[in-house]
């Protein structure tokens, strides 16, 4: 059983309020009022006052802090830099899109898997997010925005599957219906690659949609941006994908982030489409966002066009993603990184 109250689930909510000898309903109550962000027990006013006051001397409650909320300009995308109980900060960011509002969260301060392109693991890992730091994020953006969630990524700062066990415990958290009722397939899990958790997870048979950063056709280019590739290289990746296919029937989505010189040929294109074949994928390409610190650059538009066009006439969907919040340093770890180095 979690430690604190709100990464508990109902049925271990229950045992506590049943030893306490409090009636079964109460846990509902409990559990409803949390997950719809209160911020002190006292709010809960359909609880009598000493299990209000019980629950306060043993379960205090934190509300994330804002340190910093940048919105965009250009697409209303909103960037938060949220103050964990301890102090440490992780990011989130709200984009809307015309089929509702999504909230990509973080599942760890800073990240181990120490990619070339990404701001996020330029710390290294702090530490991991416990389920209720995860839930926070989802229904205090939600809160401080106005706006409703309907969808979440699991593609901020960390590698969700390096959590393993947080992670699927925030999973179930969140979509209980007693809670935020968020469906599992308006959920996507984002990692880089850790070939026997992609396994695992598959036994859970979850209605998510994994999005496997993958970025290179070949070991050669991979092992340069992707220190993970050295651990599961491209052909024990793609295997597990496959058999992650065949456990749940998900097609999968493969980021690709677009990076100049480096990934964006048409040999490279090619290549992707013999990795792919036979195995039900789409391929989400990205503009590789700038990170100060990185000498790596954006591929051209006209690379990027290229490259779509190979995998399309080739049989493999493509989409490029809508760059959103550029303004706002959206990318992963970019605000934590500037905040933390003006105040190191």
């Not at 910093?68 to 440490?88: E, F, M």
């Not at 416990?130 to 699991?154: A, C, N, R």
């Not at 000498?295 to 989409?319: C, H, W």
């Not at 993603?321 to 340093?329: A, E, N, Q, S, V």
Request: with cysteine; net charge positive; proline share 5%.
């Amino acid at each position: 059983m979690m430690n604190h109250i709100k990464s508990m689930t109902l049925p271990e909510m229950g045992e506590v309020l049943k030893a306490w000898g409090q009636p079964a309903f109460r846990a509902k109550q409990v559990f409803t009022w949390l997950h719809k962000g209160v911020g002190s027990y006292q709010e809960m006013t359909n609880l009598p006052q000493s299990l209000r006051q019980q629950l306060e001397e043993s379960y205090p409650l934190y509300r994330p802090q804002v340190v910093r909320k940048q919105q965009s300009q250009k697409d209303g995308t909103i960037k938060y830099l949220w103050r964990l109980s301890d102090g440490n900060c992780v990011e989130t960011v709200l984009m809307r899109y015309h089929y509702g509002n999504t909230v990509c969260i973080s599942t760890e301060v800073g990240c181990a898997m120490g990619c070339a392109f990404c701001a996020s693991t330029l710390g290294g890992l702090v530490r991991r997010l416990e389920p209720h730091e995860m839930l926070d994020q989802v229904l205090f953006t939600q809160i401080d925005s106005g706006l409703p969630v309907s969808h979440i990524v699991l593609m901020g700062i960390g590698e969700p599957l390096d959590n393993f066990d947080n992670v699927l415990r925030f999973l179930e958290l969140v979509n209980s219906p007693d809670g935020m009722n968020i469906s599992m397939r308006h959920i996507s899990l984002s990692t880089c690659g850790l070939v026997p958790k992609i396994d695992k997870l598959a036994e859970h048979k979850l209605q998510l949609t994994l999005s496997v950063s993958l970025h290179a056709p070949t070991n050669e280019i991979r092992n340069t941006i992707m220190p993970v590739n050295k651990a599961y290289p491209v052909e024990a990746l793609l295997a597990a994908c496959r058999r992650y296919y065949e456990a749940t029937g998900r097609r999968i989505s493969f980021e690709y982030a677009m990076i100049h010189g480096v990934n964006d040929t048409e040999a490279a294109a090619k290549q992707l489409l013999q990795d792919l074949k036979g195995l039900p994928a789409h391929v989400n390409l990205i503009p590789l966002n700038h990170v100060e610190e990185s000498p790596l650059k954006p591929s051209t538009r006209q690379a990027v066009q290229r490259f779509q066009q190979i995998l399309e006439d080739g049989g493999v969907p493509a989409t490029v993603r809508r760059t959103l919040g550029g303004d706002i340093d959206a990318s992963c770890g970019q605000l934590r990184r500037k905040y933390t180095k003006q105040n190191t």
